[in-house]
Structures are given as C-alpha cells and as structure tokens.
DNA sequence: TCCTTTATACTCGTTTTGAGCATATATGGG
DNA sequence: CCCATATATGCTCAAAACGAGTATAAAGGA
C-alpha cells in the first residue's frame, strides 16, 4: 500500500488514527471477485459451483467459483472477472452484472484467523452453454439444492409448512422482548408470506437472511463457532458466506428479469413461446399463466416468428420464435412484468 | 496481504501467475468508502460535498466525502461507513444503501501513478437533518449543479436542446463505422429521449456514460490527460470518479422511491401531501399531477391524516399527514409508482 | 365582495391485468 | 378412422389501475 494512496484517503479523516504514513499498515485487504454463473437447461436453473475439500472432514462441500482481483493485470473489477472465468472455465459469459460487494467478518470460513480481510464483489453471469462444457473441477448444481424453499412451481413447497414456518415461529415467540417479538413475526411473515400476504418470488436474500438470523442454515452455527447439524440445517449449505452470494444473485436476476430482456441471453436463438415462459418460471420460481405470458411477449414486441414450426411436441406444433433486438432500441425497459397466477 | 489469503484466493486459480506466497505481491488495494448523502430542502435535493484543493491551480474542487475502510475496527462495510460519516459530519444518517463498487483504472485522478489500486464501494445515504449542522469543510450542494440536464421539473432543461443533443449527434456522426454509429445514435435517442422516446428519470448513470464516452464532460478530458476547458464540460466536474458515483446514486434513489417508502426519511414526521409531493419531484425531478399522486398516497396506505391543518400556507389549508409505519408490515413493497405527468 | 391560491372530491375514458373459455392441430391407441 | 390426450393459439370479459381532467371548498388579501 502506498503512502500517497493512505494520505489521500486521510484528507477527510483528519481524526482517523492510522493517518501514519508507515509503508504497511496493520490492516490488509485483499479482494476476491466470486461469480454467480448461471444457465437454464431442461426446466432447470444451474448455478456453477466448484467441490473444494473440508478443512475438518473429508466431507464434499461446494462453493461458488471465485478469484482474486489483480489490479495490475486488469483496468476493471467486471474484466478481471471475465478473464478469469473464462480461463478457468471455459465458458463464454454473456450477460454480466455485478451485485454487492461482501466484506462481513466472520462470515468467512476463509482467512478468518488470518490477519488479512478479504472482500468479496459478487458477479452475475449468465451464459447459454450446455451444463457439460464446463472444466474438472466445475459442477453445475440446481440451485434450488440451496434453496428448497424457493421453488414454487409446482406447489408450496413441503419444507415451508413442514420446517420452516413452525420454527421459525418458534423462534419468533421465544423472544422476550414484545417488540422484538413483533418485528420477528412481521418479518416472518412478510418474507415468507404468511397470513395471506403474497409470496414475493424476489425476496430470496431476505429470506435467507432471516434464517440465517434464526439459526436455521448451518452457516449460522458454524459461524458462531457451535456443531454443524448436516440434517437440521436447511438446503445445502455453502463456504464462507457464499450461499448469500447466490441469494443476492437469484433475487437479482428474478428482478431484472421484469423490466430487461436477459432471459433472452439464456435462451437458444430460436425457441417456442412455451420454451420461453419455462425458462422465466425456472429463474422465478413460480407458475406463469400461458395465455397472458404469450399476450405480453407478443404485444411487448419482444420476439418474432420465424414461420417455421417444431415437430417434437407432443401436441399440436408451436411456432418457433426469435428475440426481436430491435426492441431494445424502441422501448426504454423491456422485460416481463410477470406476476404469479394460481394455476393454469 | 498475509500468504493465507493469497493462498486461498488461489485455490482455483492453478494457472494464475502470482500463486507465489510472498509476504507483498506487487499489487495492492486500498478501499475507499464514499458516500453520496442526501437531504432535501425547500424543494432542492441537496448532496454533501467536500471542498479539496487542486493539484495544479488553486482552484476550487468538490468531491464526495470519502474514507478508508478500517477492517481492524469495523465488521462490515455499512458499518465503517457510518462510523466515520457520523464522526466527520456531525449527521445522523437514517437509511444507508450500498450502491456499487468502482475501481476503473485510469477514473481517477487519485493515486492513480501510485502503485496502489483504490477501489470504491459507494454508499447512498439519507437525512433529514437541516444544512446549517454539517462540519466546516462540508457543503451542501443543489445536485442538479453537477447534472442540470436532469431538472424536468418546470420544463426540459435548455442545456439539452442546445448542447448537448447537437453535441451528440455531431458524436454520433463523425463515426466512421456505420454499425457503430447506429449504436451511438440509439444509445443517444433512448438515454435522452429524442424521437418520442420517453425521458426515463432513472437512466442518470447511463445519461452520465454516453456524456463522458462523448467526451462531453471535462472528466473525460482530464482521464486522458488532455488539457480541459471548464467552460466546454457539461456540469460541474468533480474529482475522481465520484460524479459517476453521485449519478449512481441519484438514479438508485429515483428508482426505490417508486417501491420503498424511502422519501420518507427524508421528511420531517409531519408534512401535507403537497411537502411529499415536492420532495418526490425534488428527487425525481419531473413533475407530477397532484390529484393522481394525492390518490396513490392515499390509496395506498403510505399516510394517514393527523386532523389538524397547516395555517403558513397562501390558499386553503391543507390536513397534515404523517407516515404510517403499519404499511411496511401490509404490503411488500410499498412506494410511489410515480410517472411524469405533462402539466398540472 | 371578488380575486387569487391551494386543497380536495369526483368523473371519465383508456389501458392493463387476471382469469378463463373455445377452438385448432398435433400424437398415439384402438 | 375415431378418440383421448396434449399442446397451441385466439378471444372474451370484468376488475383494477392510470392519465387527464372538472368541480367545489376554504383560506387570505385587495
């Protein structure tokens, strides 16, 4: 670290006690950028992860792909990303957006006890190739391996009324203090829909934050240092505070999904209406009703025919689409403002 | 650094060329935490700027308020921020939002020949406190000072008409490259709204991008070491990257305002609906129809009416409203969907 | 009193949305 | 060939939301 960079950052910290020009202050930071990589392929959303070796037993644990940001190779965060994804990968990114930038102690099972703070800037990238490209080491997961609770395709989940919502009532109730209790109920019900507020498929970081908060995901216990219990916590957990990457990541792309055409990126370059809808339900995790999904891309401008019709379906064929790319010039933010429906 | 850290950060990055574990690799990274802070008052959104003297002439120069992020003494980023701006500032910031993190070499003009990397995690921060309390360096500016194409509120800005879409255009033009100059055409029409196209008031970043790829704002000028004219740069400049910071920010607040009650921090505990309309439009800066705007409040449960009413005011007097914090328990994302109105 | 100013109630046509019905066209089994 | 089944696609319909007003109320000042 330079003295230059420590004076400059001290003009406006006149107070601040480390304003000492020493060539290497006490405290270091290192940045890792770690990717949230995600494709569709049959009615799945797969989010690429890497196995890495527990440090106690010999036990798989997973965690998303990351690499350390050198400054001196790459003028951006964004390009060192792409760099080294691609290099490791191989896998070309498309679409790429950056989330949040981490830097929680003591939400890192990496580097904790070590003098270093390691900051983490989450990517989201999306890419169109098959599941099989990818390198040794990479496997793409489900990604609702880590969160069972947020897939509502088919129907609530079992995992809802059966686990989550008892305890976290409970833990809701065994507070004492009477409003702390209310804002626990109020968040459990906001977040998870209770009492008939609506299920918000967009919230996916603020219900794992509230789980983590009531101890109900195993990263809670071991970043209090307590006994991991592999079956009491709930969906696969992940290192360091990886898996609220992955949150911010589906939360993300849900969101953007409404008012920006970035399924397309997902997509092959010719598809049916109903390849489409599937895609859009995999990453939200809910139920589209077929007609008005069709209405809204159609009238949305969004895609155009090819004419040409499939053969495989079982049904009667369906015409095969393309993404219109002139949209993006016409209307300022074009997307599906998809709203859940009951069944169809 | 500590070779820990290094380590891990390698753990899958087998090819990468620095794995050796030397006490300090070349490259370092200071981060920086700046902060876009804001409050408004009598209809103007102010934003808190630090005076800092040029390098070269003695020229007055504002930045935001920025400092580094101690990891020795803050558990998170949030924290280190609020910490030091309370501390410097003598503000109680209400909400506090992590905006993006900025590290583009060659954006800064700060220890940008040093050998240390500055990277900036930018914060949004809002307050209601009044002007006057701010520490001595500090100023409060009207924003739309370093962005007055973004003032709708009375009518379209005259700056637009008469610098910059000629300005733009002739950009677009002298492109050589047809597909290239198609592009710079569109990106033009869709930021600024020409051709119909409607004006997005939350496109401040992308608006702020296209100025500077166009050379339009002295920054760009001053990045590639050209000799800049104050008169030719569009808006008042500021150091570093940080005016693209403020754009980031006053874009992110128009934006949550439409789906999180958060004009409301910024408003004293009393207020009538025509105060939260003015200091929606403030932020937004279009103008909104009163009657609409008045229903959406109402509607939508943002407010409840004290019973008592205002007496300064010239006309009738208006009920004052205070904000009714039950709505955050109600509905999952409350706010104003607000759309620019032509004229009361 | 009338004029100006702001507040507030109400209307009205349009668009968007949610939900469903009806019909068309394929497949595979008898 | 006819039928059950599956998917595709066209169309309706009522409710809600939206954009743009008009109309009336209640204050102060000339």
Not at 198 to 218: F, M, N, Q, T
């Amino acid at each position: 670290m330079s003295a230059k960079a420590v004076k400059t950052s001290n003009k406006t910290n006149k107070e601040q006690s480390d304003a000492s020009d020493g060539p290497a202050p006490q405290h270091s930071v290192v940045i890792d950028l770690s990717a949230v990589i995600v494709t569709v392929e049959s009615e799945t959303p797969f989010v690429l992860v890497v196995e890495r070796k527990d440090a106690k037993g010999g036990k798989k644990s997973y965690g998303l792909p990351f690499g350390p940001f050198d400054p001196d190779l790459h003028r951006t965060l964004e390009i060192g990303l792409r760099t080294w994804v691609e290099e490791q990968t191989y896998l070309h990114l498309g679409y790429v957006e950056q989330l949040y930038t981490f830097g929680d102690r003591g939400r890192s099972d990496i580097g904790a006890s070590g003098d270093s703070r390691i900051i983490s800037v989450g990517y989201l990238a999306l890419t169109r190739e098959a599941p099989e490209l990818s390198a040794p080491d990479n496997v793409w997961h489900n990604w609702y391996r880590y969160f069972p609770w947020e897939d509502w395709r088919d129907h609530k989940p079992e995992i809802l009324e059966e686990r989550i919502e008892p305890t976290l009532g409970q833990w809701a109730d065994e507070e004492t203090d009477n409003v702390i209790k209310q804002q626990r109920w109020d968040r459990t019900r906001l977040c998870f829909g209770l009492d008939g507020m609506p299920w918000d498929e967009e919230k996916v970081l603020e219900r794992y934050e509230l789980l983590y908060e009531a101890g109900l995901v195993s990263e809670a216990q071991r970043d209090q240092g307590l006994p991991v219990d592999e079956e009491r916590g709930l969906g696969q957990a992940m290192m360091s505070d990886q898996r609220r990457i992955l949150a911010t990541g589906m939360g993300r792309l849900r969101s953007k999904l409404k008012y920006r055409p970035v399924v397309f990126e997902l997509m092959p370059p010719v598809f049916t209406l109903l390849n489409l809808q599937r895609t859009v339900e995999a990453i939200s995790g809910v139920h589209l009703h077929k007609q008005n999904f069709r209405r809204l891309v159609e009238k949305g401008g969004l895609v155009e025919g090819t004419g040409k019709k499939t053969t495989q379906t079982a049904g009667r064929p369906a015409e095969e689409f393309r993404f219109r790319w002139e949209v993006m010039r016409e209307r300022p933010a074009p997307g599906f403002r998809v709203r859940s429906s009951s069944r169809s």
